[in-house]
C-alpha cells in the first residue's frame, strides 16, 4: 500500500514590516508550518499565482496595495476564495472594531469576513491557537 506523506501546511504572511513578518514567520515555523512571506499585497498575489497557501496571515495597512484591497482581490479570485484568512493589524485595537470596519467595506461586495483578527502587539498563543482550529478542525473536536 502507498501511503502518502504528511504534507506541512502552507502560510503565507502578508505583511510590510520586516521585524514583525519574520517574528510570525518564526513563530509559525516553530509550530512546524511552511512559511512564506510577501511584503505587500502585489508581491503576495504574484506568489499565490505560483503558489497556492493553505492560510493567510494580513497586515491591513501596507504600501502598493492596502490589505482590504488584497482580500477583495483574493476572494473575488475563484481559485482564492476558500483560502482562510487571519487579519493581523494594529489599525484597531477591539475584534469588534476591526470587524465592523471591515464588514463595511466589503458588505457591499457580498464578500465574506476573514477568519479572525489579531491586533498588535501580537499574542503568539492565540494566533497559534487560531491557526491550529482553521487547520486542523477535526483535532478540534471533542
Known sequence: ?????????????????????????SVLQEDDYQVAVAH?????????????PDLITLDIHMPKQSGLFF???????????EIPVI???????????MNLMIRSFLETEHIPVPNAYFDKPLDEQRLLQKV?????????TV
Open 132 to 140: 491550529n482550529e482553521i487547520l486542523h478542525p477535526s483535532s478540534n
Open 87 to 97: 487579519v493581523v493589524t494594529g489599525l484597531m485595537r477591539n475584534d469588534r472594531d
Open 71 to 81: 482580500y477583495r482581490k483574493i476572494k473575488s479570485t475563484y481559485e482564492f476564495m
Open 1 to 25: 500500500m502507498n501511503v502518502e506523506p504528511s504534507r506541512k501546511h502552507s502560510i503565507l504572511v502578508v505583511e510590510d514590516d520586516p521585524d514583525f513578518s519574520a517574528l510570525l514567520q
Open 40 to 52: 505587500n499585497g502585489e508581491e503576495a498575489f504574484q506568489y499565490m499565482k505560483i503558489t497556492k
